[in-house]
Nanobody, 127 residues
Framework: QLQLVESGGGLVQPGGSLRLSCAAS????????IGWFRQAPGKEREGVSY????????KHAHSVQGRFTISRDNAKNTVYLQMNSLKPEDTAVYFC????????????????????WGQGTQVTVSS
């Protein structure tokens, strides 16, 4: 059974940091690109950060560029999202998702390409 489980969300003050984790099971993790997406109340789900299956390519949305870092440990079947300098507008449910690419440097930013999703973790940035 293909499964992704997010963790690490919570309440943080503006300017603070959080590290989200996405743990995978039930599939050959090293063949999948991983994306982090978020959805705020009343808004559409949007892409945040992406990493290729090899880890050699990363991409970030303009809104988080320079503040968020995505990384992966294929030996642990886990992807991380380090979020620094958090802003109230970063408040959302964060989801990780997987897209089969084979072991490569390819990564797609289209939400429609991702077909395995986690259940999400809430991130709230507030004083």
């Amino acid at each position: 059974q293909l499964q992704l489980v997010e963790s690490g969300g919570g309440l943080v003050q503006p300017g603070g940091s959080l590290r989200l984790s996405c743990a995978a099971s039930g599939f050959t993790f090293k063949n999948y690109a991983i994306g982090w997406f978020r959805q705020a109340p009343g808004k559409e789900r949007e892409g945040v950060s992406y990493i290729s299956s090899s880890g050699g390519t990363t991409k970030h949305a303009h809104s988080v560029q320079g503040r968020f870092t995505i990384s992966r440990d294929n030996a642990k079947n886990t992807v991380y999202l380090q979020m620094n300098s958090l802003k109230p507008e970063d408040t959302a449910v964060y989801f990780c998702a997987a897209d089969w690419r084979g072991y490569s440097d390819l990564v797609d930013t289209s939400l429609a390409e991702y077909d395995v999703w986690g259940q999400g973790t809430q991130v709230t940035v507030s004083s």
